[in-house]
C-alpha cells in the first residue's frame, strides 16, 4: 500500500534552514505529485508548495516564494522541502501529501506522511 | 486568514446529522468543482473524506457527503458518531496560479 514516511523533528535557530524528507512507496512515484502543508500549532492547514516528479517542477504559494524549495529525487522516490530564514512563526508541524495523479494533482491529496515538527527557537 | 471561511465550530448528538460550510469566491469554490474535505484527529494526519465535491474515496462511510452552491461548499455528516469528532478542513482548487486554498478549519464536537 502507498505510504509516506518523513523524516525526524527538528529543532533550528532563527535566520537557519532545515529540510524534510518524505520518501514514498507503493505507487508509481512518476505518477503523481506531491504537495507540502504545514499546519502550525492550533492552527489550520497551510499549502506551501508542490512539485510534479516526473517533470521537476515545483510551483510555490506566494506567501513562501523565495523562501521554499521543493525538489525530488525519482531514484529514491524521496521529496524534499527546503525552508530558509527560519522565525519563530515557522514553528509548525509540516506534512508531505500525495497529489493522487499527475492529472488530479492538488485537488486530492489521497495520502499524506505522518508529520514532521520543525521548531524555531533561539 | 484562511483563503476559505469555514465555522470555528460545530456540535451535535450521537445519530443527529450536521453540515459545516466552506465559502470561498468565484476564483475558488465557485470557479471550479475541485472541491475536497478532510477529517484530522488530534496528532494525527488529515484524511481525504470527500474529493470533486462531492465523491467519496473507498472506505468512506456514506454518512459523509458534500455538496455546493454558489461560492459555498457543504459537508454532511449523517448519523453522527462519536468517532466522527475531529477538525474538518475544506480544500479548493484555485487555478493555475494560487493552485489550492484551505478552509480554517471547523471542530466538531459530538456531544
Known amino acids: 500500500q502507498v505510504q509516506l514516511v518523513q523524516s525526524g523533528a527538528e529543532v533550528k535557530k532563527p535566520g537557519s534552514s532545515v529540510k524534510v524528507s518524505c520518501k514514498a512507496s507503493?505507487?508509481?512515484?512518476?505518477?503523481?505529485?506531491i504537495s507540502w502543508v504545514r499546519q502550525a500549532p492550533g492552527q489550520g492547514l497551510e499549502w506551501m508548495g508542490r512539485?510534479?516528479?516526473?517533470?521537476?517542477?515545483?510551483n510555490y504559494a506566494q506567501k513562501f516564494q523565495g523562501r521554499v524549495t521543493i525538489t525530488a529525487d525519482k531514484s529514491t522516490s524521496t521529496a524534499y522541502m527546503e525552508l530558509s530564514s527560519l522565525r519563530s512563526e515557522d514553528t509548525a508541524v509540516y506534512y508531505c501529501?500525495?497529489?493522487?495523479?499527475?492529472?488530479?494533482?492538488?485537488?486530492?491529496?489521497?495520502?499524506w506522511g505522518q508529520g514532521t515538527l520543525v521548531t524555531v527557537s533561539s | 486568514q484562511s483563503a476559505l471561511t469555514q465555522p470555528r465550530s460545530v456540535s451535535g448528538s450521537p445519530g443527529q446529522s450536521v453540515t459545516i460550510s466552506c465559502t470561498g469566491t468565484?476564483?475558488?469554490?465557485?470557479?471550479?468543482?475541485?472541491v475536497s474535505w478532510y477529517q484530522q484527529h488530534p496528532g494525527k494526519a488529515p484524511k481525504l473524506m470527500i474529493y470533486?465535491?462531492?465523491k467519496r474515496p473507498s472506505g468512506v462511510p456514506d454518512r459523509f457527503s458534500g455538496s455546493k452552491s454558489g461560492n459555498t461548499a457543504s459537508l454532511t455528516i449523517s448519523g453522527l458518531q462519536a468517532e466522527d469528532e475531529a477538525d474538518y478542513y475544506c480544500?479548493?482548487?484555485?487555478?493555475?496560479?494560487?493552485?489550492?486554498?484551505f478552509g480554517g478549519g471547523t471542530k466538531l464536537t459530538v456531544l
Open positions: 501529501a500525495r497529489g493522487s495523479t499527475v492529472v488530479t494533482d492538488v485537488r486530492i491529496f489521497d495520502y
Open positions: 468565484s476564483s475558488d469554490v465557485g470557479g471550479y468543482n475541485y
Open positions: 470533486d465535491v462531492s
Open positions: 512539485i510534479i516528479p516526473i517533470l521537476g517542477i515545483a
Open positions: 480544500c479548493s482548487y484555485a487555478g493555475s496560479y494560487t493552485l489550492v486554498v
Open positions: 507503493g505507487g508509481t512515484f512518476s505518477s503523481y505529485t
